[in-house]
């Protein structure tokens, strides 16, 4: 199993830019598909953006456009480049390892939280 440590949180105005880091312990070379998802306030844990091992990409249409979902498998890391943050975007953001029948390990969750 792996072990997954976001960083990269805090707070941000509106129309600002934040980048999100995860950390993974040993390779995630191997992991085929890693996410980001996001829990707002009341609300549900909602997958927000999704990368496989070769690049492809996947985004919730409320952040298509804005936010840049990318991995560097040499550093072990997962990154989400908030571009354009909106108040909605607020929530905790948590990385992920994913598989076909769900997710096997979720990171701890990093703060964002964007004023208006």
């Known amino acids: 199993q792996v072990q997954l440590v976001e960083s990269g949180g805090g707070l941000v105005q509106s129309g600002g830019s934040l980048r999100l880091s995860c950390a993974v312990s040993?390779?995630?070379?191997?992991?085929?598909?890693m996410g980001w998802y996001r829990q707002a306030p009341g609300k549900q844990r909602d997958l927000v953006a999704s990368?496989?091992?070769?690049?492809?990409?996947g985004y919730a249409e409320s952040v298509a456009g804005r936010f840049t979902i990318s991995r560097d498998n040499a550093k072990n890391t997962l990154y989400l480049q908030m571009n354009n943050a909106k108040p909605e975007d607020t929530g905790v953001y948590y990385c992920?390892?994913?598989?076909?029948?769900?997710?096997?390990?979720w990171g701890q969750g990093t703060q964002v939280t964007v004023s208006s």
């Open positions: 992920a390892e994913m598989q076909d029948w769900g997710i096997s390990s």
């Open positions: 040993g390779s995630i070379s191997s992991i085929n598909v």
């Open positions: 990368i496989t091992s070769n690049g492809q990409t």
